[in-house]
């Protein structure tokens, strides 16, 4: 086999065989020097760093995962595979040779996205890789939906109290979030907040022994559609933290006399599953009943509401608060001094479109004069915009066509037009 072309299904199987027998000589090595399709394979689950080793590679586990039937007749010919006929298992006898076969039939590439292999390339010094760059670009195990289930899985199966308040959040797993920093555009404010954060994050040790701890409560204002709920899901992503996103009305709505214990309840999940953002939407809710509402469940909901947020704190607990509203005239003081940090999302000035419709029609086959269209569509949100390219697609391909062109822009933004003429009618 030596001698012979290696097929990309030999090479898959020399990859599995390799990962699984590094894995298992270094107990060093961990979840997050899996890629994800490893983790899958080798059913990696739970909330423990460590890894259940040996890692045992049989034909029918190769077979379920990458489909490929009957892989030691594949590699048989390889010298440095071994096979035990009970089981049908698979395994590397001798790891450098294997190894340097497997770059010199062109897995170089593959060992540059396989921090297991990476590590072990770099530290016998067979090639060129550096295992740190390797494992920083690998998708961390944290972010996954696996791992937060399992985490939550946890918590409640030692505290069923919390039951209610995982009912009442949706939660994100930063690798289901699509929401990329690089895509969104920022004011220069929005922009600080953002280094804040991450100078914070890396420093969170630094501070608490410092005792600073008035630092990660955040107020985003601004009309709807302006990106509010964007930053915090790209931040989720960006900072690797989950996101917990709560709407007051929602919470408020069932069960008044639970009230009280569910927001409790809430605050307490989040700690738990720290570090995490809780994103309060809708925050405006507290001022209409702080101001209007004469039901003393409600009162006792708001204030202990606002005795949660100030105990919470991003550097003692690692929970990142962020509170958004539509209507910040409607919170009254008490409301607004539970925050260190008040950012605002305006309308986007005409830069800002330009920006913002460059970004989104990046991935699109467009006509579009950018200036002339940031000049017309002043007073259009964020928001506004994606949907104006999104009804212009739709419009090309309702011609058969998927190059955007200027007429179908002009049926985007009278779509635009015409939504905001309905909001505004008074029937």
Same mark, same amino acid.
């Given at each position: 086999?030596?001698?012979?072309?290696?097929t990309?299904?030999?090479?898959? &199987?020399?990859?599995?065989?390799?990962?699984a027998?590094?894995?298992?000589?270094?107990?060093?090595?961990?979840?997050?020097?899996?890629?994800?399709?490893?983790?899958?394979?080798?059913s990696?689950?739970?909330?423990?760093?460590?890894?259940?080793?040996?890692? =045992? @590679?049989?034909?029918s586990?190769?077979?379920? *995962? %990458?489909?490929?039937?009957?892989?030691?007749?594949?590699?048989?010919?390889?010298?440095? @595979?071994?096979?035990?006929e009970?089981?049908?298992?698979? *395994?590397?006898?001798?790891?450098?040779?294997?190894?340097?076969? %497997?770059?010199?039939?062109g897995?170089?590439?593959?060992?540059?996205?396989?921090?297991?292999?990476?590590y072990?390339?770099?530290?016998?010094?067979?090639?060129?890789?550096?295992?740190?760059?390797?494992?920083?670009?690998?998708?961390?195990?944290?972010?996954?939906r696996?791992?937060i289930?399992?985490?939550?899985?946890?918590?409640?199966?030692?505290?069923?109290?919390?039951r209610?308040?995982?009912?009442?959040?949706?939660?994100?797993?930063?690798?289901?979030?699509e929401?990329?920093?690089?895509?969104?555009?920022?004011?220069?404010?929005?922009?600080?907040?953002?280094?804040?954060?991450?100078?914070?994050?890396? *420093?969170?040790?630094? =501070?608490?022994?410092?005792?600073?701890?008035?630092?990660?409560?955040?107020?985003?204002?601004?009309?709807?559609?302006?990106g509010?709920?964007?930053?915090?899901?790209?931040?989720?992503?960006?900072?690797?933290?989950?996101? =917990?996103?709560?709407?007051?009305?929602?919470?408020?709505?069932?069960?008044?006399?639970?009230?009280?214990? *569910?927001?409790?309840? &809430?605050?307490?999940?989040?700690?738990?599953?720290?570090?995490?953002?809780?994103?309060?939407?809708e925050?405006d809710?507290?001022?209409?009943?702080?101001v209007?509402?004469?039901?003393?469940?409600?009162?006792r909901? @708001?204030?202990?509401?606002?005795?949660?947020?100030?105990?919470?704190s991003?550097?003692?607990?690692g929970v990142?608060?962020?509170?958004?509203t539509?209507?910040?005239?409607?919170?009254?003081?008490?409301?607004?001094?539970? %925050?260190?940090? @008040?950012?605002?999302?305006p309308?986007p000035?005409?830069?800002?479109?330009?920006?913002?419709?460059?970004?989104?029609?990046?991935?699109?086959?467009?006509?579009?004069?950018?200036?002339?269209?940031?000049?017309?569509?002043?007073?259009?949100?964020?928001?506004d915009?994606?949907i104006?390219?999104?009804?212009?697609?739709?419009?090309?391909?309702?011609?058969?066509?998927?190059?955007?062109?200027?007429?179908?822009?002009?049926?985007?933004?009278?779509?635009?037009?015409?939504?905001?003429?309905?909001?505004?009618?008074?029937?």
């Amino acid at each position: 086999m030596s001698g012979a072309e290696s097929t990309p299904e030999i090479l898959d &199987i020399m990859e599995i065989l390799l990962t699984a027998e590094v894995i298992n000589q270094y107990p060093v090595l961990e979840k997050n020097d899996l890629s994800p399709r490893f983790r899958k394979l080798f059913s990696v689950n739970g909330t423990d760093e460590d890894l259940n080793r040996p890692f =045992l @590679v049989s034909e029918s586990l190769i077979s379920r *995962n %990458f489909g490929i039937e009957g892989a030691y007749e594949l590699v048989k010919h390889n010298p440095f @595979v071994g096979f035990e006929e009970f089981g049908k298992r698979l *395994n590397i006898t001798s790891l450098e040779p294997a190894v340097r076969w %497997f770059l010199k039939q062109g897995g170089a590439q593959r060992i540059s996205k396989n921090p297991a292999l990476a590590y072990y390339v770099q530290s016998a010094g067979l090639a060129e890789v550096s295992y740190r760059d390797v494992r920083a670009a690998n998708p961390r195990y944290e972010d996954t939906r696996g791992y937060i289930e399992a985490k939550l899985s946890a918590i409640l199966a030692r505290d069923e109290e919390m039951r209610p308040a995982r009912d009442l959040i949706i939660i994100s797993a930063p690798e289901e979030i699509e929401f990329f920093r690089e895509n969104l555009v920022y004011t220069p404010r929005q922009e600080e907040i953002l280094q804040k954060i991450d100078v914070a994050l890396k *420093n969170r040790d630094f =501070l608490k022994d410092k005792r600073i701890y008035e630092f990660g409560k955040l107020l985003f204002v601004g009309p709807p559609g302006t990106g509010k709920t964007s930053l915090a899901l790209s931040m989720s992503r960006e900072l690797h933290m989950p996101l =917990l996103e709560v709407r007051l009305a929602m919470v408020t709505s069932q069960y008044l006399g639970e009230t009280s214990k *569910n927001i409790d309840r &809430i605050f307490d999940l989040a700690r738990r599953l720290a570090p995490c953002i809780l994103f309060i939407d809708e925050f405006d809710f507290v001022g209409k009943s702080r101001v209007t509402d004469d039901n003393a469940a409600m009162k006792r909901a @708001v204030n202990m509401l606002l005795k949660n947020i100030d105990a919470i704190s991003f550097i003692r607990n690692g929970v990142l608060l962020i509170g958004a509203t539509n209507h910040p005239r409607i919170l009254d003081e008490a409301a607004w001094r539970r %925050f260190d940090e @008040v950012v605002e999302f305006p309308l986007p000035d005409e830069a800002m479109r330009r920006e913002i419709m460059e970004k989104i029609t990046a991935p699109l086959d467009c006509t579009c004069d950018f200036d002339a269209l940031a000049a017309r569509t002043e007073g259009f949100s964020g928001a506004d915009l994606r949907i104006m390219f999104k009804e212009a697609l739709l419009s090309a391909l309702i011609r058969g066509h998927t190059r955007v062109e200027e007429a179908d822009i002009e049926k985007g933004m009278e779509a635009v037009r015409d939504r905001d003429t309905i909001r505004h009618t008074v029937w």
